[in-house]
């Protein structure tokens, strides 16, 4: 049976009927691997570089030195370690009368700081302050300290001029233009010197109960495997944990870094959409590849059946020349992917900076079983449906309608085809939503096809030519393959307009979530009576879009009358929370980047507290609906009922509050005010003055941490950008697939209509109008398809407004009818030349 099965795979091969399913078979697993490998390295790279965020892996903050056996166990399992001291303090330069002096978040840093990423340094002010400088891997000499250029315009003194820290003299050596691991934390909101860590004692500044924080970077050696990392990170939590320690926080990318975490995560989400749209577009190939395989094998399988094979001996031995064609496609298309991937990272190696992981056999694998869970899931059908051929086929040319047992094959291959999405993706919910998008799809498309044949009984006669009468009729003599090829045909042009016109929607409501001129500054500390002038002074420096938020500072006190302490909760965050003050904030409308997810926004009524927080919180610290929170505020206590939830957009780097009260429960409490804006960097003396003008302000900058989410953003989204290319190749394939499955029964009624006298100019134009119709039906339901899946992931799954754009629907019919025409066009060619005795004879 093995050797039968292996001479007809030689003989199709020949004949060329396996080269179409091999070609379907390979390009779609070439389209996975490829992605697979690329989004294997990317995503580790994306997760190793964003580490530069935190200048480590992993970081300890602790309220006292580390705790040596900490170090030792670190330095035990072949950890890289490095420590920083950050303390607010104050910074002189100058002798005399002439002496400044300014609030300073000073940094000391140990040798090899940072463990990831790099400082960037110069000598100029405009460049440090548009964040252009020279990287370094190298720390502040002894002696010599780097600042921000605020320092150098604060102080009015200069690079190589002196600077007083308590009590020692420092040389002022480079300017800081970029530090990795700033992030947005309080202690960092004045301007930066960082100096080393060995001169920090001859300060005398961390004496007598100053406000230090202590942090512990810890790296692996090898920025690719982090398993060392997150093993001493249990390490660490759980003898935190048994011990009772106070005051240590344990911080990596998920928990510390909230606005480049969702970038991330709508960058993996991004990357798993890649991989499903190609494993749709392969799933459609391969199963149109298969059905016209089974369609031109009836009559071989009818006489082999009257040669005196049995239906299980048939099923065998095409079974046994799916599977060698199917190892056959995997494993070229697994080696056409691994090229092809590397083609991708030359095209793209001016975004990637650093090497990216080595190659893991994880795609290679899942490439190979890809392939192989394709064509059993969508090949398996049309083979039992050639095990029933009859014998009498050979003298009767019919074709026997498909039993249940095959029927009831397609639900295996839709479960196969599920279970690979929700492989591929990684993310059920994602997998789930493509999928559904897809089947319903499916079915829609089915029901607008069949309803399409049926209208057509009515535009037969719509236009007096015989061409149209021939075209029309064409379509409803074959409805089963008309649905097919719509079916088929919208499926493919669903996938391409979402790789296409809506994917440019969907980067652009990425790109806007997290804008190039989102705010950059910050100002807090702002006092009732200054607002009216800070805001003429904003706004006559052309900043728009400052809006002055009251920031209330308030301590949990109470949650539905229960009193909070650090002690009600058992998780580290929710501990953390409960015993910290909190940044309350007051206003009427809800913030444009903030959604309401649970119960609607306050309509600040006298006597009547409403409170709105923000749904992370909520779920850590265990508050619902209807739950009343009580705070302390200087001595004041309020209370509100907690009547909506929201969502907050962390990318967007613009004023968010985990809890907003209505103004008029908030009236009475004592209020600073706070605002942020886009500064251009040509206009960066503008925090100077303001700092000149309100002594008192304190204008935090976060350019910086602005940069490195628009540097990760633009270099996943070139990725997508290249991706999207694989996977139109199978976008192509099914194209091809879904004009051509019927060109052999296209040829015999083109001979026999041209043997009754049927000219070959009708039947041209009869097929071109045929196609065209096919391709205008199918291109609209496409981008109806497409508009629908696009608005769901945008709502659902990456969480950012969509709007509709009409170009989706003309592209879809344009693009519909031209590659009908097109494909039509190519089988056309080959209908038309083979002779009518031959088209009558082969009949």
Known sequence: MLRQSIRMTARDWRAGELRFLLVALTIAVASLSAVGFFIDRMRSSLERDAHQLLGADLLVNADAPMRTEWRAEAQKRGLLLADTVTFPSMAQAGEGEQSQAQLASVKAVSVGYPLRGQVKITTSVDAA?????????????????????????GLKTTVGATLKLGEKNFTIAHIIAAEPDRGPSFANFAPRVMLPLADLAATGLTDNGARVTYRMQVAAPSNNDLTGVKQYEQWLTARIASEGVKGVRIESLENGRPEMRATL???????????????????????????????????????????????????ALYLIEFVLVGLAGSVLGVLVGFGAHYVLLELIGKIISTDLPPVSLLPALQGIATGMLLLVGFALPPVLQLRNVPHNRVLRREQAPPRALALATYGFGICAFVGLLLWQAGDAKLALLTALGFLAGFGLFALAGWLGIISLKRLRGAIDTQSWRFAVTALQRRPGATIVQVVSLALGLMALLLLTVVRGDLMGAWRSATPADAPNRFIIN????????????????????????????????????????????RAEDARRLAEREFNL??????????????????????????????????????????????????????????????KLEWGSMRANFFVIINPQAMKDTPQSFM??????????????????????????????????????????????????????????????????GSQDERTREAGLLRALGATRKQLSRAQWIEFALVGGLSGLLAASGAAALGWALATYQFKFAWSFSPGVWLAGLAVGVACAIGGGWLGLRNVLKQPVLQTLREG
């Not at 265990?622 to 009343?628: A, C, E, Q, R, Y």
């Not at 605002?675 to 910086?704: K, Q, Y």
Request: hydrophobic share 45%; glycine share 6%; net charge neutral.
């Open 265 to 315: 995560d709508r960058a993996d989400r991004f990357l798993s959409l890649v991989g499903l749209l190609s494993a749709m577009l392969a799933a459609v190939a391969v199963a149109m590849a298969a059905r016209r395989f089974m369609l031109r094998h009836l009559d071989a399988c009818a006489m082999l059946r009257c040669l005196g094979l049995s239906q299980n001996q048939v099923s």
């Open 675 to 740: 605002t942020a804006f886009h500064l251009p960097s040509s206009n960066s003396t503008l925090t100077n003055a303001l700092t000149r003008e309100f002594p008192n302000l304190t204008v935090i900058d976060v350019s910086g941490i602005i940069n490195q989410l628009q540097e990760v953003l633009e270099q996943v989204v070139t990725a997508v950008e290249f991706l999207f290319l694989f996977t139109l190749a199978s976008g192509v394939l099914v194209l091809y697939a879904a004009l051509m």
């Open 526 to 569: 702002i006092q009732p009576d200054q607002t009216a002038a800070l805001a003429q002074r904003l706004a006559g420096a052309n900043v728009s879009e400052a809006v002055l938020y009251p920031m209330i500072r308030g301590r949990l006190t109470a949650v539905n009358d229960q009193p909070i302490t650090g002690a009600t909760y």
């Open 129 to 153: 302050a548009a964040g252009r400088g020279d990287k370094t891997r190298a720390t502040p000499a002894p002696g010599t300290v780097w600042v921000d250029p605020s320092v150098l315009t």
């Open 585 to 646: 904030s007051s206003m009427k409308q809800l913030q444009p980047s903030n959604q309401i997810v649970a119960g609607k926004w306050y309509a600040d009524q006298p006597g009547q507290p409403e409170a709105s927080v923000e749904q992370g919180i909520a779920k850590t610290l265990g508050i619902k609906l209807g739950d009343t929170m009580r705070f302390d505020i200087a001595g004041q206590s309020v209370q509100a009922r907690v009547t909506s939830l929201r």
